[in-house]
């Protein structure tokens, strides 16, 4: 979630935030975190889901391999 008042910035935010995780291929063997998930060859479709509320932007993100 991020709470910047506007929902693009928000949601700009978001990204920056998962994808500077680590996810290098070492790491995305051990550990599960949202850049693994986004960039790894093992999901095939995403699903994903913006709500905007009061200033606030909640960003979910489901994965299917």
């Known amino acids: 979630m991020a ?3 506007d ?3 928000d ?3 978001m990204d920056q935030l ?3 995780e ?3 291929a ?6 599960v975190n949202h850049a ?11 699903g994903i889901g913006v709500e905007s509320i009061n200033g606030g932007t909640w960003l979910t993100e489901d994965f299917l391999g």
């Open 3 to 5: 709470f910047t008042g």
């Open 7 to 9: 929902t693009m910035t």
């Open 11 to 13: 949601l700009r935010v």
């Open 18 to 20: 998962m994808m500077t």
């Open 22 to 24: 680590p996810h290098s």
């Open 26 to 31: 070492s790491i995305c063997g051990y550990a």
């Open 36 to 46: 693994c998930n986004e960039l790894g060859p093992a999901f095939r479709q995403v």
